[in-house]
């Protein structure tokens, strides 16, 4: 049996798992989202900044940041493993995704939780 170690989960199923529990998870946000801004229509700065200062839509919006960084990741890992035939080529690729998947985490992270 062939351990990975650049897989996110520890198998195969609790990738596929992870996969569908983030994708239902930005599907869920992404409704909350468009729902928000069609029944508010007339949305101005004090009204999307008391939306966001709310602790709940801050942790919901946290989720779905973390929901995006592990989809991320399993897809593109899922794609660089399948399609990058030289070792080198796929660890530098999936070296430089994982910087930018993090980075872009923390930087929406200090967005959302910052002063």
Request: proline share 1%.
């Amino acid at each position: 049996m062939v351990t990975n170690i650049t897989s996110f989960g520890r198998s195969g199923l609790s990738d596929w798992l992870m996969q569908r529990v983030s994708a239902v998870v930005l599907a869920v946000y992404t409704v909350f989202m468009v729902a928000y801004l069609l029944f508010n229509p007339d949305l101005d700065y004090y009204t999307w900044s008391g939306l966001f200062n709310q602790t709940w839509m801050r942790i919901f919006s946290l989720l779905a940041f973390i929901s995006i960084a592990a989809h991320a990741w399993i897809g593109l890992w899922t794609v660089t493993t399948d399609y990058l035939k030289s070792t080198r080529l796929r660890v530098g690729a999936q070296t430089l995704i994982i910087l930018a998947i993090f980075v872009y985490l923390v930087w929406g992270i200090q967005i959302l939780w910052g002063a």
